[in-house]
């Protein structure tokens, strides 16, 4: 069982983590022309971040990861 402290900063760098994921230097990197899939690399990268960051919130509010 994960303790509250444990969960909470695990939550803490998470947060800290999707701040310089959706910060502008990683977003001018993925700003390119072309695409993924035939969606934009940009719409396709905040789409994944995004995902993963709710995944990521999910395990460790479950106590899981």
């Not at 035939?38 to 993963?52: C, D, E, Q």
């Amino acid at each position: 069982m994960v303790t509250e402290s444990v969960r909470a900063a695990r939550l803490a760098c998470l947060f800290l983590l999707a701040v310089l994921l959706f910060n502008y230097p990683l977003l001018g990197v993925f700003n390119a022309p072309g695409t993924v899939l035939g969606i934009p690399v940009l719409y396709a990268y905040l789409f994944a971040v995004w995902s993963a960051v709710i995944g990521l919130a999910a395990l460790a509010v479950r106590g899981i990861a």
